[in-house]
Structures are given as C-alpha cells and as structure tokens.
C-alpha cells in the first residue's frame, strides 16, 4: 500500500496522510506515467518540474485556500474561515479551536483592506505594475516559504512513521539541517533568515532557543548524536531537484513508512 504524504509534514509523523490503494491512480499514477510516456530519465524530469511548480507556486495558496496537503485530521480548511468546510476526521484537532475563531475573522478585516488597495492600486497604474511590485515578489516570498519547510523535513532517505512508532525525539531527529549559508558567497540568506534551515534541528529539540543560540544548540546536538544528527551537505537546487523527483509517495515497511521509488535507477534520483 502507498500512502501520499503531506509536503508539509514533519518525517516524523504519518497521521496527516492518505491511503492510496491503487498505485496508477493520484500523483503515484502520475509520476509512472510520465516515466512510461517520457523514459526514466526524462520522465523523472518532467514530474519533478511538475512537482516543483505545484508545491511551489500553487502549493501555498492552495494550503490557504482550501488546506491542500494538510490531511484528513481537520478536514478542508480555509485560513480565512475558522471553521472546517469538511467534517474533520478528528474533531479535537480542529485547525481554528475556540477564541482563534475570532482571531480569523479579525484578521480577515485586514485581508479585505489589502484586497481593496491592491485593487485601487491596479485600476490606478494597471496589471503589470501591480505584478512586478506585488505579485511577483509575493510568489517568489511563498514559493521560498515551502521551499524551506519542504526541504527541512523531506528527503528520499528519510522515513515517516506511524503514530504507534512515532516519539518526540524520533521526530526531532528525523529533520534535516542544510547549508544554506553557502546559497550566497557572504551567507547573507542565512543571516537574514536567522539560520532557520542550517540549524532547523535544533528548532524541533527546543522551539524556544533563539535564533542567536541555535548554532551552538546544533553543535551540542550534532556532538551528542553524531550518528542521528541528519545534515544533507547537498546544495540547496540539487537538494530540491532530488526530492521533486523521488519524495511522491511511501510504503511501509517494517516499522516505518519509506519513500516508494521501486523501479527507478539510484542515479536518475
């Protein structure tokens, strides 16, 4: 059996996924359709560009909208309406519980204000320019958004597991840490984002540390568990192009949920 898994949930947990039964249908289906239609090679290619646009450039709105990989647990969400368009699978882990609804609706006032604008603003000086000083930049924030939480928490060797199996430190420890102070000569989009995703581990060990302790948290982590620290030393753009073409779906096996990529060449992921 597959199970598709939420791009937004931690290695650690299986409980926000969906069963697949048949392995020709859903984004499963998909990926062996484009390797029979295109070859292994260019096939994997051809879904991890689709891949990467939809989690990218759709995937946050969507998240928005309608709670797109969010799983079954709290239904469909909206995060403009604070409660669940979908009755939810576990009531008791509602997205929006007790006085956050207010908190919706109160923020929703601020949305419309920015909605209003923004279209004042485009009758006044038209689409394009709306783009180029709101829209583009908008995406480029959300798709930078997904990209790090996808690659903090995704990658073909790292496994999910089930709730039964599942440990806070199982789960801290089964996030990865990645060199994004060598995405710019000066690692000026580490020191902008205050190490989020070069020391993210530490992050899951104690939510509380601040961002100018988390290097030594890290070190103290990755010196206590030399052989369960997870760090990937690969660049950031190969990073996500493996995980495009090889993080779709996971079987179990054993104890733990792993990435099903039966068939494809190691050297193609």
Known sequence: EAVLLNSEATPSTSTTTTAVTDENSGPLGARKSALKLFGPKWGLR??????????????????????????????????????????????????????????????????????????????????????????????VVNAWLVLYTWLQHTDVDVPHFSTAEHNYVKGALHTIDRPYNKLDPWGLIDFLHHQIGTTHVAHHFASTIPHYKAQAATDAIQKS???????????????LWRVCKGCTAVEKRGDRWVWKNDGIPNHFL
């Open 46 to 139: 051809v879904w991890a560009s689709l891949q990467s646009f939809t989690h990218l450039i759709i995937g946050w709105p969507a998240y928005l909208w309608i709670g797109a990989s969010g799983g079954p647990d709290r239904g469909m969400t909206n995060h403009y309406w604070p409660n669940p368009l979908t009755k939810p699978r576990n009531p008791r882990q509602e997205l929006f519980p007790g006085q956050w609804k207010r908190k919706v609706l109160g923020s929703d006032i601020g949305v419309a204000i920015m909605g209003a604008a923004l279209l004042g603003f485009t009758a006044w000086k038209g689409i394009p320019t709306m783009m180029a000083m709101y829209g583009l930049p908008l995406t």
């Open 225 to 239: 568990y030399p052989h369960l620290y997870l760090y990937d030393p690969t660049p950031i753009p190969q990073a």
